[in-house]
């Protein structure tokens, strides 16, 4: 299996290349050129390129002959970060390769999730003041979703919960609406969310599913499982 990681270089980045060496595969990471030296302990063991991952030509040669992808998307700055990153993956990617995607549980693919009135309000204030200070575009991490949502490629956009770090606790369990009573503890290990995106490069009864995930040891996800 040959996997191109973009955005390798951020926390949940390295922990999927991590996975992905465990599992023997080979691994392609994009990042962008100044984060090169964050991915020094595994230089020797992957091909790095350095580059923008809205970039069509970086994500051109990086996705060449994968297998498989995994992107995450990030809203940072007003950049159309999100977007370029997704398209460039949609119409770049290998045919039948297995697209996995990372974004939050602000992303919904049908309107039937459920949130906290403290979470609405915090999308509905935030969101416009972090687009005004030109800090991030959360819109554009939606856009980017829409697209992927409107693709007839093999894709599933994993949405994480609220993130924390520590030792794995193993697969987080998903639902398909924020709001079922599985996810209600809204914690998951960074780990555990890399560990997610890479099951799912196998696992096809993810194939064009936006699972929402939360982690396997908390109350809910026992209470519930
Ligand atoms: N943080 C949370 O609480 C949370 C909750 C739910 C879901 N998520 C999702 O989890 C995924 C990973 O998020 P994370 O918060 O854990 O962060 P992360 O893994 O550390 O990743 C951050 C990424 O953003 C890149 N980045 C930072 N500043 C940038 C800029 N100005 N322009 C372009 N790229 C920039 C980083 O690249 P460099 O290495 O080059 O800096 C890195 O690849 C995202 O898809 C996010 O939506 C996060």
Redesign the pocket.
């Known amino acids: 299996m040959k996997v191109c990681i973009v955005?390798a270089?951020?926390?949940?980045?390295r922990y999927m290349v991590q996975h992905c060496l465990e599992r023997g595969y080979e691994v392609v990471g994009v990042?962008?050129p100044?984060?090169v030296g964050?991915l020094a302990p595994y230089a020797d063991r992957i091909t790095i390129l350095p580059g923008k991952t809205n970039d069509r030509e970086v994500i051109r040669k990086a996705v060449a002959g994968c297998d498989g992808v995994l992107s995450?998307?990030?809203p940072?700055?007003v950049q159309q970060?999100s977007s370029g990153t997704a398209q460039a993956v949609l119409d770049h990617a290998e045919p039948g390769a297995r697209l996995i995607f990372?974004?939050?549980w602000h992303i919904t693919r049908d309107g039937r999730d459920v949130y906290p009135w403290t979470f609405r309000l915090m999308l509905k204030v935030v969101a416009p003041l972090m687009r005004l200070a030109r800090f991030a575009e959360i819109d554009d991490q939606i856009e980017a979703c829409r697209r992927i949502f409107a693709s007839d490629t093999r894709w599933t956009v994993v949405r994480?919960?609220?993130?924390e770090e520590g030792e794995s606790q193993g697969l987080p369990v998903w639902s398909r609406h924020v709001g079922d009573p599985i996810l209600a503890s809204n914690m998951t290990r960074?780990v555990d969310?890399a560990l997610f995106m890479v099951a799912a490069l196998t696992d096809d009864t993810l194939v064009q599913e936006a699972p929402a995930i939360n982690g396997c040891r908390t109350p809910s996800a026992l209470a519930h499982a």
């Open positions: 955005g270089s951020g926390k949940l980045g990042c962008r100044g984060s964050k995450v998307l990030v940072w700055r970060y990372s974004c939050g994480g919960s609220d993130l960074r969310f």
